[in-house]
């Protein structure tokens, strides 16, 4: 049984138990117990046995493929000679902490459970033997997942830390993917996934440690800058200036400026309460490419004012009977939740050369107009 074909290869080996027409039934013991399945079913060729009182085994390589299997149960697994399984081609590009480059191609078994688990250890596997698993390191990952008759998902994000950088990565490379496949929505097909992936034998941590503002009382449509103060792991002070749009149309009030990193930023709205299932695939394409980043900063403009998330989507400043309507007993709608304050406006700050940590929040004063 081939799970990974190519540059890489992870394949199960075992006896034929019986031969039925074109019906094969293997190993007679539990392979991954994974119920339904396709993969690829090949010939072996046996290189040694490994005598052991406790577990004697086979070391064997996979040949041609004759077949797929289509059952992976607790009593073994079975398949038919001559049908085809698909796999999900894989290209890799590894460019080291050394200036080399390591370009790799797989083939990935196409399966619901199986495909997320086989490319964190793909991405995990090319990252560690090509670099240092301990010490300081920064990986940048970028690639993007190709889907038939879809948009593609973009892949995009950068860890810096003292041991578990390949870790990360590979769980990064994997998490859009995993949802894909495991959130239920009809037309996934995955055609192929790239991936590129940069390491640096040190880390660009900063933090964020204050943020201020040249004017604290704006008026709607007018731009304040924004100036960033992080630390640096050496301890050197680093100064970022932004220009920042405050947003037309605001009523006189209190504002929050809310400015972190991407995994702050969305654990904040993650705290504030469900955003509502996305309505098909479309919309899940669409929310895993705004996955926000971790070498830079995002500003979240919130108003006091109350607002609605209606199908993953947040509407900022509802009219009073709007938010009263939705907030009362005569509607309920797990595709529609109310909000005690809105995002009127967010920003994804340029990149940064650091990998951020951090959040502040600023009060600014909208003055009316005129």
Known sequence: MELIRGDLSWSANGTVTHVEGNKVYAFGHPNLTAGPTSVPMSAGYVISLLPNLQNSFKLAVPLDVVGAFQQDRSTGIAGSLGATSKMIPVNLTLRSSLNTVNNFKFEVAADRFLTAPLMNFIVFNAITTNERALGEMTVYLSGQIHLKNQEPVNIANVFSSDMNGPAMASVAAVSPLQYLLLAGYDGVVI????????????????????????NAEVKPGESVTLTAYLRTTSGDTVIEQYPVQIPSGLPAGQIQLVVGDGTTVTNLDLRRGPSGVPAGIKQVINELNKLRKNDRLYIKVVSSQPGVVIGGEEFPSLPPSMAALINSDRSSSRNVSGLPNSTVREYELPQSKYVIQGQRVLNLTVKPIG
């Open 191 to 214: 055609d192929n996934i790239d991936l590129e992936i940069t390491a640096m034998d040190r880390k660009t941590n900063a933090q964020l440690e204050r943020i201020s503002v040249n």
